[in-house]
C-alpha cells in the first residue's frame, strides 16, 4: 500500500510552476520507530525534496503522508518536557494579557494541543479547548483541560460549535505547517472563530532556517516552510490580515503571527518590518542548497580528523529529536559511528532504534556519558543549555556540534 502521493501544484496558490530547491533522498518518518531487538525493523521512507513558488512565495515539500502514519495515536512527541516551549507559552500568555486580547470565560482554542502544554497557562481564567488526535491528550484531560481527541477537521468543527460555542483565539502552534489542505484548515479555523476572533500561528520560520543551514528540520512532517510573505499570501486569500509578527526562539527560529478579519486590528509596524527582510528569498534558497551539501562533505571532514590515530574513540549522541532522523540518515550515520544516543528520563523514545538505523536510543545517565570522548548534539539549536547542563553534571570530553558548520568545542 502507498504511504503518501505526489504533491505537483502550489499547496496555498495551487500553481504549478513550482522550482526545485533540494533533495535530501530517500528519508525515514521521524517517528517510524522499531524496540530494540524487534524482529520487525522495515522502515518505511519517501523523498525529501523541498520546492518554491514563485507566486504564494511559500516553499513546500513535493510528497504528502497519510496523516495516520505520521501523527498516530500513539505519538510519542510530549511538549511539556522542552523547558524552552514551556516558557514560550508562558510569554505568549502574558502577549495576549498585555494587549488585551481576551476577557474573562472567553474561549481559547489549540489545534494540536497535545498534553496540554499551551492550555495549561490560560485555563485559569478562561475556557479552553484541546484537539488533539493522540492518546497524549489523555494526560491533558486528566491537567482538566477539555481535550478532544481528533483531527482537527470539519466533523470536529461542527461538534465545537454546536457544544462549545465559537472562539476569540485558536492557536496552532507548531502544527500549522503540519496539516494538509491547508486552505480547507483556515475555512475550519474562521467557521470557529467569533467575529473579532484571532488566530495565533507559530510555525519554523524559513529565513533562519535556510541562514543557519537548518536542513535537518525538513521532515516529512513538514509539509510547508514559511516566511512571513507566504503566510500573508495564503492568509489573505480568506480575508484575513496578519496585523502583529514576531520571531521567537522555539524550534531554532520560528514566527508568531497575529491574524483577524480584515480592518478589526491596527497593523502592527513589526509586520511591515520582518517582510522587509524577506527579499531575494529565491537566491537566498540556492545559496542555501550549496551550503547543505557543504556542510555534509565539512561533516565527513571533521570525523575523518577526530578520529585520526584514535582506535578505541567512542562517540555517542545527545537528544533524538526528530531532527535527528534526517541529520543522521542525510549523512549516513550508523551504530558503527554512533554508538548510542542518550534521551532524557522518561522521554518515549528510549528503548528504541532511531528510524532508518540500529543505533539504540537509551536513558541518558552520567556515568553512561563519562564514557565516551565525544558527545554529538543532535538538539544543537539549543546547545548552550545542554552543554551547561551536562558539564554540571561532570561531563568532561568534547563536544560535537553538527550545524550549522560542523565543529568541536
Given at each position: ?84 516551549l514551556r516558557e514560550n507559552f508562558s510569554r505568549l500568555r502574558n502577549q ?314
Amino acid at each position: 500500500m502507498k504511504n503518501f502521493k505526489y504533491i505537483k501544484k502550489c499547496q496555498v496558490s495551487g500553481s504549478k510552476k513550482l522550482k526545485k530547491i533540494l533533495s535530501l533522498g530517500s528519508i525515514p518518518f521521524v517517528n517510524d520507530t522499531h524496540k530494540i531487538n524487534s524482529d520487525n525493523l522495515i522502515t518505511i521512507s519517501a523523498p525529501l525534496e523541498l520546492y518554491y513558488c514563485p507566486i504564494s512565495k511559500l516553499v513546500q515539500l513535493n510528497i504528502e503522508v497519510d496523516k495516520k502514519i505520521l501523527f498516530p495515536k500513539s505519538y510519542p512527541y510530549t511538549s511539556s518536557t522542552t523547558k524552552i516551549l514551556r516558557e514560550n507559552f508562558s510569554r505568549l500568555r502574558n502577549q495576549i494579557d498585555k494587549n488585551n486580547f481576551l476577557k474573562k470565560n472567553d474561549l481559547i482554542i489549540d489545534i494540536g494541543s497535545n498534553d496540554g502544554n499551551l492550555l495549561s497557562n490560560f485555563k485559569d481564567r478562561y475556557k479552553v479547548l484541546g484537539v488533539t488526535p493522540e492518546n497524549i491528550g489523555k494526560i491533558a484531560i486528566k491537567k482538566g483541560i477539555p481535550t478532544i481527541i481528533d483531527y482537527f477537521d470539519t466533523p470536529v468543527v461542527k461538534k465545537i460549535n454546536k457544544k462549545y460555542g465559537k472562539a476569540k483565539i485558536i492557536t496552532a502552534t507548531n502544527v500549522f505547517a503540519h496539516i494538509n489542505e491547508v486552505n480547507k484548515l483556515i475555512k475550519n479555523i474562521k467557521r470557529c472563530l467569533v467575529e473579532d476572533g484571532i488566530f495565533v500561528s507559530e510555525s519554523h520560520y524559513l529565513l533562519p532556517l535556510i541562514e543557519t543551514n537548518q536542513y535537518d528540520t525538513i521532515y516529512h512532517e513538514h509539509l510547508r516552510y514559511y516566511s512571513l510573505t507566504s503566510l500573508n499570501y495564503l492568509l489573505s486569500k480568506h480575508q484575513l490580515e496578519i496585523f502583529k509578527a514576531e520571531k521567537i526562539d522555539t524550534h531554532g527560529g520560528s514566527i508568531r503571527i497575529y491574524a483577524a478579519r480584515k480592518n478589526i486590528y491596527k497593523i502592527d509596524s513589526s509586520v511591515k518590518r520582518i517582510k522587509n527582510n524577506e527579499k531575494n528569498l529565491e537566491k537566498k534558497l540556492l545559496d542555501f542548497k550549496d551550503r547543505v551539501l557543504n556542510s555534509k562533505l565539512e561533516f565527513y571532514n571533521l570525523l575523518t580528523r577526530i578520529r585520526k590515530n584514535k582506535k578505541n574513540l567512542k562517540i555517542a549522541g545527545i537528544s533524538a529529536p526528530s531532527r535527528s532522523t534526517t541529520l543522521i540518515n542525510y549523512l549516513g550515520l550508523d551504530e558503527n559511528i554512533i554508538e548510542y544516543i542518550f534521551e532524557v528520563k522518561g522521554s518515549k523514545k528510549i528503548g528504541m532504534y532511531l528510524p532508518g538505523t540500529k543505533i539504540k536510543i537509551i536513558e541518558e545517565k552520567i556515568q553512561n556519558l563519562k564514557k565516551y570522548q565525544y558527545l554529538l548534539i543532535f538538539s544543537w539549536h539549543i546547545q548552550k543549555d545542554i552543554i551547561k547542563v551536562l558539564r554540571k553534571k561532570g561531563y568532561k570530553g568534547k563536544f560535537i556540534i553538527p550545524l550549522p558548520k560542523p565543529k568541536v568545542i
